[in-house]
């Protein structure tokens, strides 16, 4: 939620566009067609989102199974977009600079690289382009910086207090943060 004066804007990418179009620098790309294809990406969020958490709340290793089965097919359709949509190496979703995609995405790569510590599903090792794409999001400093220092500690608490196989994996310290 975020409050402009006395109006409430709510969900994300409603709030992600206004800032687009409100605050320097924008983020999304300044040529239309490439501008268009990046709000499909951030409109295909959710449905990445509900697939990758499938493996990062999995609750045992029958549920991550049948997960590793299922995700592919959503991640191959990102491995795609990311390889098509730069114009050269990266590291992020159109190049060099963090754009709106990378912001939409972040907060999922994120949380997903805390709990593949635990469960080590390898999800990614086939996915070349997203692996790459995740290690620069998660190493950035703006997304490091996007959430609260005792954010590691709570998020790890609370795949305990579901139940998750990631929790249940823990080896009872800390592992290297991502």
């Known amino acids: 939620m975020l409050?402009?004066?006395d109006d409430v804007l709510f969900e994300s990418n409603a709030i992600a566009e206004y800032l687009e179009e409100t605050v320097e620098p924008a983020l999304h790309p300044a040529d239309p067609i490439k501008r268009a294809r990046n709000r499909a990406w951030t409109d295909f969020v959710p449905d990445f989102s509900r697939q990758l958490g499938t493996v990062t709340y999995a609750k045992d290793?029958?549920?991550?199974a049948e997960a590793m089965d299922k995700v592919p097919k959503t991640l191959t359709r990102l491995e795609a977009?990311?390889?098509?949509?730069?114009?050269?190496?990266?590291?992020?979703?159109n190049g060099d600079s963090l754009s709106l995609v990378d912001a939409s995405?972040?907060?999922?790569?994120?949380?997903?690289?805390?709990?593949?510590?635990?469960?080590q599903s390898g999800l990614l090792k086939d996915f070349?382009?997203?692996?790459?794409?995740?290690?620069?999001?998660?190493?950035?400093?703006?997304?490091?910086?996007?959430?609260?220092?005792?954010?590691?500690?709570v998020f790890e608490d609370m795949l305990k207090r579901r139940g998750t196989l990631a929790a249940e994996n823990r080896d009872g310290g800390r592992a290297a943060r991502v």
Not at 130 to 152: H, I, M, R
Request: aromatic letters at 16%; proline letters at 7%; glycine letters at 4%.
């Open 105 to 119: 995405y972040a907060p999922f790569l994120q949380r997903f690289s805390i709990a593949e510590q635990y469960i």
């Open 3 to 5: 409050k402009v004066d």
């Open 61 to 64: 290793a029958g549920a991550l």
């Open 128 to 153: 070349p382009y997203l692996q790459k794409w995740t290690d620069a999001l998660v190493s950035n400093e703006v997304v490091e910086n996007s959430v609260a220092p005792e954010f590691y500690d």
């Open 81 to 93: 977009a990311i390889e098509n949509e730069r114009e050269n190496d990266g590291p992020y979703f």
